[in-house]
């Protein structure tokens, strides 16, 4: 709790008018049926836990203010996203944290933008910046993704492969991240498969012909496959091991990919990629320690299965303060909200660091880890960053040697 004093609150500069018990009510979108459903366990667990470290902030500073969550739980499509919007909106919601893919945000725009009513969430598409919009992103944009990736490239300079072939699922996030790629690589093919997608029998031979033809004309060790996906990532690396040609070559894979649960918990899977050195790359501001980070990074491990938390089930504790000391001001307007939250970002360093937005709301600053799977002792798989892109400094350094918070919690873990 003295974090949460000490990190969240000490720089906020607003001035809050607040009545005899007021109920600050923040809805949450959460997918528990779709193509995320690995992260809702972390997800659900942060949330409740930004409520209760709020409740017993307010309470020790006797103030009558307590936070309510109500929760929708969708299948990680347009459609559900924006019932579960509808739903939250009737229960009487005046802030909503999620939902979690830019395909959900999508479906929820509409009813957001009618209600008049925020949504702070993790998503990044580009096509999704929009400045007035009723929505914070507290990741920054794809486009910083990809400047992570490009600095990333020309640090390891001598070892990419010539020839990419992506493949990539197809919906708004990976349509535009796909598109997105070929100004920082040699994209020689792109395979499309629909999500929701199990049976990966036709994208893998798609994905065989295009791997197998270049294997032919520039060797495999000149060819590597990108991912774009999310839980399914673990039915396509499984069934991907029967293929020797896909085997023999790296494999990279995006911000959905990254700390992936369903890939460890996989054996087939996770044997593949550790075989196959899938280096992935994630949005992350690992933070000292005893910070907000690891209170939630903490928290998250003790109760779900202990898998290695990712960001996308840590940001939700930001978006819930955030969200409460918007509210907090009793704002009439959703202009209002957007002018509180800049206010906000430009003050308040949160678990994840700094949440400075931009003029489309979206983060403004953020640096990119590089995970590649590595072995234990024990021969147990895990996911170690072994790069770290500097935001602020655009520039990507090797973590070997380098005294870093996430590297060594992971490795003494």
Sequence with gaps: MNRLLGLLFVVILLVSVVSADKQIIIGAIIDKSGDTASFAPGIETTIDLAASDLNDFYKKLNKNITVVIKKEFTNG????????????????????????????????????????????????????????????????????????????????????????????????????????????????????????????????????????????????????????????????????????????????????????????????????????????????????????YWHVYDNIQAETDGHQPCIYEILPYDEVVMGARILENNASTLEENLKFAEILGNNMYGATGWLKIDDNGDRKYGDYYFYLPQKGADGTIKWVPCFAYLDGLNTTIPLSGVYNTLLEKIINK
Excluded: H
């Excluded at 009737?90 to 939902?99: F, K, R």
């Excluded at 009618?114 to 969430?121: H, T, V």
């Excluded at 910083?144 to 990419?164: C, E, H, R, W």
């Design 77 to 292: 499509t347009s459609e559900s996203a924006a019932t579960a919007a509808e739903n939250l909106v009737s229960e009487g919601a005046q802030l909503i944290v999620g939902p979690t893919t830019s395909e959900e945000l999508s479906g929820c725009l509409p009813v957001l933008t009618r209600e008049k009513i925020l949504s702070i969430n993790p998503t990044s598409s580009v096509k999704l910046a929009m400045p007035e919009d009723p929505v914070i992103r507290l990741c920054p944009g794809d486009l910083s993704l990809i400047n992570a990736i490009a600095s990333y490239n020309t640090v390891i300079t001598g070892t990419i492969p010539q020839k990419t072939v992506v493949v990539s699922r197809g919906d708004l996030y990976g349509l535009d991240l796909s598109e997105k790629v070929k100004s920082i690589t040699q994209v020689s093919d792109t395979v499309i498969y629909s999500p929701g997608t199990r049976d990966f029998t036709n994208t893998l031979e798609e994905l065989n012909s295009s791997v197998s033809s270049l294997i032919d004309s520039y060797g495999e060790k000149n060819v590597c496959v990108f991912a774009i996906s999310i839980d399914e990532i673990s039915d396509l690396l499984a069934q991907a091991s029967e293929y020797p040609n896909l085997r023999k070559i790296q494999w990279s894979g995006m911000d959905g990919v990254a700390l992936n649960p369903t890939i460890l918990l996989n054996e087939t899977a996770a044997q593949f990629a550790y075989d196959t050195q899938l280096a992935t790359i994630s949005f992350n501001m690992a933070q000292p320690g005893g910070s907000n």
